[in-house]
């Protein structure tokens, strides 16, 4: 601590050669937080094309309990995520949106061990950073396992449906599927996909920090900023998540 | 392993149960939104995606605020990353209108 205030008094000396920072944060939280601006430009430009594309399409206009599939109107979400690992030898026939809601509970969860690793980290408390670090990497890859099994589940598919042309298709693919418009799908893949990617990525980032922090290169550096700022990162994993829920499942 | 050079210091008890609060308002308004997504009937189109966009954006204040701490930085900081998400809400507008009237040119 005692360094980091000479290096401002310094700076304040002259204030052109660099020694203070604008933001009072470090240059590393504030590229990151400039990185992340720029990844919520790319997610909410795939939101909004999602928003847009729905808006191209009819909307089912009957009761609800009536719901069909078809290629004539945009899917009612919780008629499509309806599906839960091992409902129908319990006998339940439908689960709307039950496992996306728990793959949402994971993700907060995981962002929470995410805060709490930081906080250890604040301490220079070696043994709460790996702790917590690793709890945040095992809810990260349940997360990832949750979404393998939803992505399987969508692109096999449950029943049959009739496209436009008459052909009946099963499951789901790049040009058609059984739920809706083609472009239902592909949103539901690009989406969902991209934001599994940054997941995916975010715990291989958690892990190199877990190492490092594991193996004493952190401690021996001084302070746990890196984890502060891997922290930033799996913080906007779950913000985005908190959007793609909200835009591709509920409304 | 361990230094001990390095000094631990103790638990931030309040820090822990403020994350803690905020997790629970996490969650209390996910439940929440599940309980509108099944009892707000689908003929109520605009009232649902309004009471979602609008709890959305009360969960991702408290997780930008919050646990990416973005609310305790300096202003300037705050400004920078919150000021220009302007340029998203512009983008809603235009294409959720070009969107609709794509819908009217083709039906």
């Known amino acids: 601590m005692a360094d980091s205030a000479v290096l401002v008094e310094e700076g304040k000396k002259n204030l052109w050669s660099g020694g203070v920072s604008p933001f009072k944060a470090s240059y590393g939280k504030v590229m990151m937080w400039f990185f992340l601006l720029s990844d919520a430009f790319t997610f909410s430009a795939l939101l909004i094309t999602y928003g847009m594309i729905r808006f191209t399409h009819p909307s089912y206009e009957g009761a609800v309990s009536d719901f069909k599939f078809s290629q004539e109107y945009w899917p009612i979400p919780e008629k499509v995520f309806e599906a839960f690992p091992g409902m129908h030898s319990l006998g339940i026939e439908s689960a709307p949106l039950v496992f996306v809601g728990l793959m949402t509970f994971i993700l907060i969860a995981s962002s929470v061990t995410m805060v709490l690793a930081v906080e250890a980290g604040e301490r220079m408390d070696k043994k709460g950073v790996e702790k917590w670090m690793l709890w945040t990497i095992i809810g990260g890859l349940t997360f990832l396992g949750c979404q393998a099994w939803e992505w399987t589940h969508f692109i096999h598919g449950s029943d049959i449906s009739m496209n436009a042309v008459g052909n009946f298709i ?82 | ?97 070009q969107g609709s009237a794509i819908y009217d040119a083709l039906y």
């Open chain 2, 1 to 97: 392993m361990d230094n001990p050079q390095v000094e631990v210091q103790p638990l931030n008890r309040e820090k822990v149960r403020h994350f803690i609060k905020v997790m629970i308002y996490l969650a209390i308004i996910t439940a929440l939104e599940f309980l509108i997504a099944f009892t707000v009937p689908h003929d109520y189109k605009w009232v649902r995606i309004v009471i979602f966009v609008v709890m959305t954006i009360v969960k991702a204040y408290y997780i930008v605020a919050e646990f990416m701490h973005l609310g305790h930085e300096k202003r300037s900081l705050k400004m920078s990353i919150v000021l220009p998400m302007l340029f998203v809400v512009f983008l809603v507008f235009i294409l959720i209108f």
């Open chain 1, 170 to 251: 099963t499951g789901a693919g790049l040009s058609s599927n059984q739920y809706g418009p083609p472009n239902f799908a592909a949103l539901f893949f690009f989406i969902t996909g991209f934001h599994g990617f940054h997941v995916l990525s975010g715990v291989f980032i958690n892990f190199i920090i877990f190492y490092q922090a594991t193996v004493g290169i952190l401690e021996r550096r001084g302070h746990y900023e890196m984890v502060e700022k891997v922290g930033l990162y799996w913080h906007f994993v779950d913000l985005v998540w908190v959007f793609v829920f909200t835009f591709f499942y509920l409304v």
